[in-house]
Each structure stands twice: as C-alpha cells, then as structure tokens.
C-alpha cells in the first residue's frame, strides 16, 4: 500500500490509518458505483496496485456504457485479496491433506516444506460431519455428537495436527455450530484492523470461504463468496482470488412484506425470480425503499440462497440495520465505533438518502406480493404457493393410495418420512425459530405432535438458538411435538439425515413414494436421503405443521391438521402465531449477552474435543492403513517442469450426460452403502457397516471417492443404448465391448491411455462447492468436459485439477453432434492461451473413419487460470512455486 495515498481516521482517541476511496475516483463516480465493486475497488488499490488502472477504468463505466467484448476493458481481472478465509471440515479435511501432500512434494524435489504456510488467517467450522442417527429423544444431540466423534476421531486428530503445525490456523469444533452462522454471528468483523503498522490500518473484511453459501455474510455488508477447496488453498498461500469484473445486478425491493409471510418466503420468491432473470457468475446488490427496512434475518435468509440463483455475490450494503445487529451479537462498543466512522469516511455506509448506484442491470421485487410458499420437489427455485404443493407431488408421482406400515395409521399418500429444522439458512433467523416454536407450543396444548412415520429432528446453526428457545420456554415444546434437539451443525440440509424410521423404510422397499419437508436451502433428488427422491424446502414453522400432518397432500387452507382431545378440529390457522406475539418474544429473549456468551466458548469443544491427541511436525505421518486419510496420488512423483501440451488425441467419451448435472451428481454425498463399491473396499479393509460413514468424511481417501463418482442414482448416460435412471453411472471399458460402473469402466481407460472427455448439457456442476467432484473426474482419467454451461465454482475447480472445461459453441448443445461411445475423440488446444476465450478444436472420428469437427471455446478468467492448466492443476503450480 502507498503510504503516501492514505488519511488517518481518529475514532475513541485512537488514529487508525486507510486508503480513502475519494483519493481513486471523483465523489460522482464512486456514487454510481455498486458498494460492492466500491470494495473491490478498494481492496485492488491496497493489495494489487499494478491493476488498480484496469480496474478504475472498468468500474467507471456507466449503465448503457457497458463495454462491447471488442472493448478491451470487458476482459478485466480483479485480483482480490482476501484478508481471511473459512473452511468447513468436508472441505477443509481434502485441503489439508492436499496441503499435506504439497510439503512432501516440495521435500522430494529438493525444496523446504515448512515455507508452505497459510498467508492469511483461517477459520475451519466443524460443521458438516455430525448425522441425526438418533432423534426423538431427549439425548439425541449427546449421542449424535458422541456418534459423530467414534467415527471420526482420526479426522478429528488430523485437524489437530493441522492446528499445531499450520500458521494463524483456527478451529470451532464439533458441536459448535455452522460456518455461515458462526461467521455473521461471532467472526466477521466488517472492517478489518491490520496491527502490523503503525498506526493500524483499516480496511473492509473481505472473504472467501469453501462453501457456496457464503453470501450469507453479504447481508450485513461484508463481502464474500464461496470458491472451490483448490481456490482457497491457493488464496491460504497468499495468491489472490481472481476473477472477471462482476456484473451486477441491481434488485430494487420495494414494499414490505405482509403479515403471516416469512423470511423463508421472501428466499424461495427472489431464487424463483433472479433464477429467472439469469444472475450465474453476477453480483447481486439490493436497493430500494424495501431493502432498507427489511430486517437483518430476513437478508441474510435471501443472502445465503445466492448459490440457489446462481450469484456470486447477494449484497445489502452496510446501513444502521446491520450496525444494530452487530450490537445485538455482543460486538465490543469501541469497535462498533471504528466500523461506522470508516464506512462512513468510505461513503460505504448507506442511509438510504443517497441516490441509487448505477446496475449493469436491474430487477425489481415486490415484497407486499410474496406469499406462503414452498420449493420443491427438486429444485429450490421451483417456488410453489403452500395451496400448489399437492399437486405438483401428483405431477412427479401420481396418484398414490394410503399404506399400512405398522403404525396406528395407514401412512397417507405424500407421506413425509423426514421433517427437519436444520441448516443456517432459516436457524439464523430468531423469527422464523420463534414462529416455530409457538406453533409447537400451541399444537402441543391441544394434543398434537408429529405422526410417528415421520423423523423430526431440529438441528440449529448455533448453540445461541437453543439459548434462546430455552430461555422463551419454546424449547420443551419443540420437543414435545417430536423436534428434539438432534445436534449442531448442516444435518438434514446436506444429506446427514441418518436412517428412516424402520417402518417407513419397510414401505420404500415395497415402492412406496416417500417426501422430505426441511428448512434447508437445497432439494436435489436423493440429497436428503438416497431413499428419498422428493424434499420441499419450507419454513420453520411449516416444517413443524406438515411434520404434524404427515403428508404434502394436506391441504392447510381447507383441511384440519388433527383433532384435540375433545375432539375438535385443529386448523394450521388456529397455531399460527400473530406477528406481534412473535416479534414480542424475540425483543425479551434474544439478547446480546446470549451471543456473547457463545463467542466467548466458540473454541472450547466438548471435554472429547480437548482429550484428542495428534502427531506433531512440518510432514504429516501418513498412515498407509487408514482408510480416512489417504495421500493425495495427484501430488506424487512431480515433475520440476509443467507440461506444456494440453491437446490429446485417441481419446474417447466416457459419459453422455443431460442438463442440470449437479456436483451431487459427480461426488457422492450421504452415507456410503454396504453393498456399493465403496462399502466393500471398506469392509474389505475391516471397517464395520453401521461405521462406514458419509462420503462426506472420506473425502481425504481418494479410493473411497473415485469408487463412489457418477455413482449416484439420477446419473444417465446417453451413449447407452438402455440407460435408465436408478442404476447409477455406468460406461464402456476400454475394449468397448463390456459395460462397467463408471469407476471401472474408466480404470480399464486410463491403464490402456485412453484420455477420456465428458459431455453435458446446461449447470453443469450445480450445487456444493465440492471440489472433489472435479478431482474425482481428473482422477478418473477426464482430460475435458464439454457442456453448454458451467456452474461458477465447478468451472473453477475443474481448471483447479488440469481439466479444460470447455464450451459448446453458442446455441449448440450435445443433442447437434450425435457422440458415440466407440467415437475417437482429439483435441487441438492453442499453444499460446490467452484471458478471454480460446477456440479449442474437437475432431471427432466416427466407425469406418469418417470424420467431424466442431470449435469449442475455453473460457480463461485469469493468468492464473492460464498457468494452472499448465501446470497440470493448483497444487502442483504452488508445489513449483516454492522451489523457487
């Protein structure tokens, strides 16, 4: 940073130092400039000021001045440089074995291991191991987290080594909380004071994290968005995270909502409509009359869904709001000071009397027209009114009869067989908890719970949520209805949702349809259990009142939910809590000491936290018996030099695949199967069934997650003459004459040199920001996908890894050029990449050597996406670059 540009700031008698804005661009240009870019904007002119003339003449261009692609600027990087970064433990165990596997790799070719260190600050949550095996008890969350830690000690005791060897490394155990709501509700600090000169400098946090729900944060005014696990190792090691000059996109809200519509409503309304719009790889920035008096809660509830609508960024700039709910979590006064006099000193504080910034595009959304809804039953932007939910079940269904299942009652058609209050989407908003557990408190005082084919478990964000539920006497309650405490962390939102009731697991086997309700944030088929095709995403309270029902086919407009003890009707509008009763509880009871209490014991753990142990030491001891913690194969035997042709010739398609292929789709997620290739190579090794675990918490094993790749249900592959669903991936070996699971199929490949290609259509890479769904591929023999269109982070990690992600031509799809599996595919691929698009040509020689061509364009954001490639991927580039 250039001292000579900076001002100083006093605030509570202490001079802090910065980088004014003002200095950059005259007062007219930076009011036409989204606050967001105002912070890349600042965050360029401090850390990289080599680019800072790019970026300047890229942010100063005006609505109807946006640059045409001649236009040199329309190809502008920003070279972000995160002060701190967040993993949680799916992600962070992968990266810190990659990180592992780096130091040796830096060891054997001659190099020092421990100069590999983390850059900037890291905070990893312990968050998404945790499974409801137990739930309806009142010891389900004690027994859930002792579960959880005979499972996974020996990741845990990684996680420790990691702590003691690895730099500014910082961890929140097991049973805390979840990432997204532990980094708005103790860890973001919204602006940054670097104490390493004199006088300290202040600067916005800005962050990236390794989950896509990062844009959590956005809401109270901190910029940040999930990246892949091989962008954040890369950006732990001080490379900055560079991406194309965002469009953005302008949501003006106005109105507000009425009585009885929720947070969640809100969500699943702005998914449907900027889903619409069409906001993938955007920056999305809310203004308007209604963002300013929508409530903290419920812009973090529409924030943290920016993956669902396929934003980057989901921006309410800082206001008094946000300054009130950092008052509210128990932030220090003195600090509280320091983020308002610098935001307003950045004209970075908005008040709502400024004149509106100048959007690449804008949408507007009326809050006084959202009504009850739901989303389902595979996709979160398939907003549906709570009245429509019947019938689009029939849609994917049919016509269903009732049951017997070895209940007191025949289990209904649409029977519900996982009703979950879970994931920090809607557990970080007191409101929508408070309705919940009034609801409950109500349906419990007329003698009503949750049918018992249903499993209920409440699973929150934060300890702080139970605090306050104790605290308000809705706690018991929710208990009494069937929604006991079952743990803290992702749960049901991410497929941990344990095994069903036995009952209802009788009835799938007999062919039985069964749905999920949850307050999760996705639906994808399978993703909430594998035994259950079709899931809603629903507000707290209405997963409590259909966990009630028992089945998606209830009407609440017109039907009861049951009967009281005297026999009279109960209706979903005789439970419902008014708004004012709602808003009375949350004032009494959610308090600041409550969340300062939890900040204070954010690091303690259990007493089975503190009692781990771990190896100490720059290389881990890798252990050739585990069947947890595994080497990375892709970071041994390196070559000093990178390689310098990405082309191929001889190569074949392994998989056909259609549209919206999701990272669940390529990585499996949920609980490994006795009977799948996974469950016997870890049986074979001594593992017992009921201990094979998530693939989640295998994701360090790499002959776990290549047994599990396209393994999952939904996969079809189109070069199949009989493909159909519900098998799972399956392909041509390499002889062409056999068909084998996936794994298999291309084993046989990679040993006979065949470079494989996969084709798809549309989002390829939806969902997760899981980076094992393209290292699964690269391990897989995968040298390029072609599809229509990539999803952000996929696209990202699949360069990560050395795989060309590469595009049909405008207005082309797979369907135009009729691929065959006995097809021998080459690849032309420039010599000289540049930033921007590169035509790569695919020659495709059919049976009897006729042959065909089509361009395909590798879109390249950044020199570093240009030397990654290179270099075969992330890791062996920072491996080089620290020889050096």
């Known amino acids: 940073m250039d001292i000579a540009r900076t001002a100083e700031l006093v605030v509570g008698g202490r001079t802090y130092r910065y980088l004014p804005l003002a200095g950059l661009a005259s007062e007219q240009e930076l009011a036409a400039m989204p606050y967001a870019v105002r912070v890349l904007l600042e965050n360029v002119a401090r850390r990289a000021p080599d680019a800072l003339p790019a970026v300047l003449r890229r942010a100063r261009k005006r609505t109807g001045q946006r640059p045409t692609a001649q236009d040199p600027t329309a190809q502008c990087e920003v070279p972000v440089h995160p002060n701190r970064i967040m993993l949680h433990d799916t992600t962070c165990l992968p990266a810190l074995a990659d990180f592992a596997g780096m130091r040796d790799g830096v060891a054997e070719l001659g190099g020092d291991p421990a100069r590999l260190q983390p850059a900037i600050p ?110 954040a190792q890369a950006a732990m090691l001080g490379e900055p995270v560079v991406i194309p000059f965002p469009t953005v996109v302008g949501v003006r809200l106005r109105g507000r909502l009425r009585r009885g519509v929720t947070a969640t409503d809100l969500a699943l309304t702005a998914t449907e409509v900027l889903r619409a719009h069409g906001v993938i790889d955007k920056f999305v920035e809310f203004f308007g009359e209604g963002a300013t008096a929508l409530g903290w809660a419920d812009r973090a509830a529409v924030a943290n869904m920016a993956p669902e609508y396929g934003a980057t960024c989901a921006f309410f700039p800082f206001d008094d709001n946000a300054l009130d709910y950092l008052a509210l979590t128990g932030r220090e006064p003195a600090h509280r000071d320091v983020v308002a006099e610098y935001l307003r000193a950045q004209g970075l504080h908005r008040t709502g009397a400024e004149p509106d910034p100048d959007y690449d595009e804008v949408v507007t959304l009326d809050l006084d027209a959202v009504e009850p809804s739901l989303a389902g039953p595979r996709l979160p932007h398939e907003r549906v009114r ?62 009503l719970r949750a049918k018992p084919w249903v499993k209920t478990s409440l699973s929150p964000g934060s300890r702080v949520v139970s ?93 009861p939910i049951g009967r009281d003890r005297t026999g009279a009707p109960v209706h979903l509008a005789d439970l419902w809590p008014s708004d004012d009763e709602v808003r009375q509880v949350v004032a009494d009871h959610v308090r600041p000491e409550l969340f300062r209490a939890n900040t204070g014991r954010l690091r303690e753990g259990t007493e089975h936290w503190r009692a ?19 080497r990375p194969p892709y970071l041994t035997g390196l070559a000093r030099t990178p390689r310098t042709e990405l082309g191929f010739r001889h190569g074949r398609v392994l998989l056909w695949l259609g549209d919206d292929v999701t990272t669940d789709h390529i990585s499996p997620a949920g609980a490994i199967p006795a009977d799948s290739a996974a469950g016997r190579y870890l049986r074979d090794r001594g593992t017992q069934p009921h201990d094979l675990n998530q693939y989640a918490t295998r994701r360090s094993n790499h002959e776990v997650m290549l047994r599990g790749a396209f393994t999952n249900r939904a996969v079809v592959n189109r070069l199949l003459p009989t493909a159909e669903p519900g098998l799972g991936g399956r392909a041509h070996d390499a002889s062409g004459e056999r068909v084998l699971p996936v794994h298999d199929a291309a084993m046989s490949c990679r040993e006979a040199g065949i470079p494989l290609v996969v084709v798809a259509g549309r989002n390829y890479g939806a969902g997760s920001s899981r980076d094992w769904a393209a290292k699964a591929q690269a391990l897989l023999g995968v040298r390029a996908v072609v599809a229509e269109n990539f999803e952000r982070i996929h696209r990202s990690n699949l360069i990560g890894m050395g795989v060309l992600p590469l595009l049909f031509a405008p207005g082309e799809s797979a369907d135009d050029h ?40 590798l879109r390249l954001d950044s020199r570093s996406e240009l030397d990654y490639l290179h270099h075969g991927g992330t890791l062996p580039y920072v491996v080089r670059g620290a020889l050096t």
């Open 122 to 231: 890291v905070d990893l949550t312990v968050d998404h191991s945790v499974i409801a095996e137990e739930y309806g008890t009142a010891s389900a969350a004690r027994n859930n987290l002792l579960i959880d830690f005979r499972r996974n000690r020996e990741r845990y005791e990684f996680i420790k080594w990691a702590e003691s060897s690895l730099a500014d490394f910082r961890v929140v155990p097991p049973g805390t909380g979840i990432i997204h709501q532990v980094n708005m509700e103790s860890l973001a600090r919204v602006v940054w004071t670097d104490t390493r000169g004199t006088p300290p400098v202040l600067h916005p946090d800005l962050l990236v994290a390794t989950d896509s729900h990062t844009p959590m944060i956005n809401s109270i005014g901190v910029v940040g968005w999930g990246v892949g696990g091989l962008q």
């Open 386 to 447: 709570l009245s429509e939910v019947p019938s689009t079940f029939r849609a994917a269904v049919g016509e269903q009869a009732a049951t017997a299942g070895g209940f007191d009652e025949p289990v209904p058609a649409g029977g519900i067989a996982v009703a979950s209050i879970t994931s920090c989407t809607n557990t970080a908003n007191p409101t929508l908890m408070v309705q919940a557990g009034l609801l409950a408190r109500r349906a419990l005082e007329r003698g």
């Open 612 to 630: 781990l142990s771990a190896p100490s030491g720059t290389r881990f001891p890798w252990d050739e018996g585990s069947t947890y913690i595994r």
């Open 467 to 559: 605090d306050y539920l104790d605290a308000a006497g809705l706690l018991a309650p929710l208990a009494g209805t069937g929604f006991h405490l079952a743990g803290f962390g992702c749960m049901t939102c991410i497929g941990n949702s344990g095994p069903l009731h036995p009952g209802m697991d009788e009835l799938v086997e007999r062919g039985f349809v069964p749905t999920a309700v949850l307050s999760g944030n996705r639906n994808f088929a399978g993703r909430v259990n594998p035994k259950v095709p079709l899931a809603y995403l629903a507000s707290p309270p209405l997963v409590v009142a259909y966990a009630l029902a028992g089945s998606v086919l209830h009407d609440f407009t017109t039907t």
């Open 818 to 857: 009729g691929f065959r599996a006995d097809d021998e595919i080459a690849l032309s691929v420039p010599h000289r990449l540049v930033v921007g698009h590169n035509d790569v040509t695919m020659t495709i020689t059919g049976q009897g050597g006729a042959q065909r061509s089509l361009t395909t364009r």
